[in-house]
C-alpha cells in the first residue's frame, strides 16, 4: 500500500452536501433490503450473516465516497 493510500484510507474526510445525500440514499435502499430480510428470512445464523454483510457493504459503499470524493459519477 503506498504512503498516499495509506494517509486517504486513514483520514477523516468530511461529507459534503452532495456526499452526505448519497449517504442517505445508500442507507435508505440498504433498509429497504433489511426489512425485506428480517420479514422473510427465518432467523438462522445465515440471516445474522446477511444482516452483518449488508451494514458492512453500506459502510465500504459510504468509504468509497468519502475517500475517493464526488457523487460516484
Request: hydrophobic residues 35%.
Amino acid at each position: 500500500m503506498s504512503m498516499e493510500a495509506i494517509a486517504r484510507n486513514f483520514t477523516y474526510h468530511p461529507p459534503t452536501d452532495d456526499q452526505d445525500a448519497l449517504y442517505k440514499a445508500i442507507r435508505a435502499k440498504a433498509r429497504e433490503l433489511a426489512e425485506l430480510v428480517e420479514e422473510r428470512c427465518p432467523n438462522s445464523r445465515e440471516k445474522s450473516l446477511a444482516m452483518t454483510k449488508l451494514e458492512e457493504s453500506v459502510m465500504w459503499a459510504n468509504a468509497s465516497i468519502a475517500r475517493n470524493g464526488g457523487d460516484g459519477r
